[in-house]
């Protein structure tokens, strides 16, 4: 089946089944579900096997980065750090409680060893950021206080993914202790670099850019930007969706370059 095809299928699913789930009241979320399970295989199978539904599932991973992308650009690093209780404070929180309950859980009530069910309840701990994030927003409550607070809960758990690498391996009776810590390391340093590369590089490159006056070219810069990122992130065991996210902060940075091609426009 062809790119166009499948994708011609996913948006007339879309477009038929999203406005009945929301005149029945339900969330715009469970109107994509049933439109996917109505296409899928298990459904009128309008998308073939396990195989092809598995790589339009990792297509679809791409929107989910934009989405963090979108919400770390509008997140300025000045609320960051407002919010700095709400994400290492209550994530910290709910991430360990409910860890260690889950875990609780799984070893004395289904015979786990401590460490199965220890990585088993960090697992489950986890929200869907994707998920959640498109209910917030449909519901106008992202400035809201709960709002906020599901939003600093979710970023913890996406950072949280750094120290679970350095935990998984360390379980792992195929790796050596000494390259825990240092595979750890390498995934905080990769992330800190990357940071710092940004703030000190990403300016004056999207300054030239902004220089050409060629609005397609900046479009394709910040493009280039969540994409690299992304695939940053992926490429040392993380979340592309954590990578979107940073590069949306980055581009922060770069507010002035955005202006500044702004006036360029305007003034032609």
């Not at 999203?18 to 994509?32: E, F, N, T």
């Not at 949280?160 to 905080?188: E, F, H, K």
Request: aromatic residues 8%; negative net charge; hydrophobic residues 60%.
């Amino acid at each position: 089946m062809t790119f166009l095809l499948e994708a011609m299928i996913f948006l007339g699913a879309a477009i038929v089944v999203v406005p009945i789930s929301k005149r029945l009241g339900m969330s715009v979320v469970l109107g994509y579900l049933a439109a996917g399970l109505i296409i899928g295989p298990s459904g009128i199978a309008l998308i073939g096997g396990m195989e092809e539904a598995t790589e339009v599932m990792h297509f679809a991973e791409i929107g989910v980065v934009f989405l963090l992308f979108i919400i770390g650009l509008e997140l300025q690093p000045k609320r960051l750090w407002v919010m700095r209780r709400l994400v290492f404070g209550l994530g910290t929180g709910q991430v360990g409680i409910t860890s260690v309950v889950l875990a609780a859980i799984l070893a004395l009530g289904f015979g786990l060893s401590w460490t199965e069910a220890a990585l088993f309840g960090f697992a489950l701990a986890l929200s869907s950021t994707a998920f959640v994030l498109q209910l917030l927003a449909e519901r106008k409550a992202l400035n809201q206080p709960h709002g906020r607070a599901a939003f600093g809960i979710l970023l913890l758990q996406d950072v949280a993914v750094i120290p679970a690498i350095a935990v998984l391996d360390l379980v792992n009776p195929n790796t050596a202790s000494g390259g825990t810590w240092l595979d750890a390391l390498i995934v905080v340093g990769v992330v800190i670099g990357g940071l710092i590369l940004a703030r000190l590089l990403l300016r004056p490159l999207l300054r030239i850019v902004a220089g050409t006056g060629v609005p397609e070219l900046f479009i394709a810069a910040a493009l280039a930007l969540v994409v690299g990122s992304a695939l940053a992130m992926q490429a040392i065991g993380l979340s592309m969706g954590l990578g979107a996210f940073l590069a949306g902060i980055c581009l922060l940075y770069t507010s002035d370059a955005a202006d500044e091609f702004c006036h360029v426009e305007l003034r032609e």
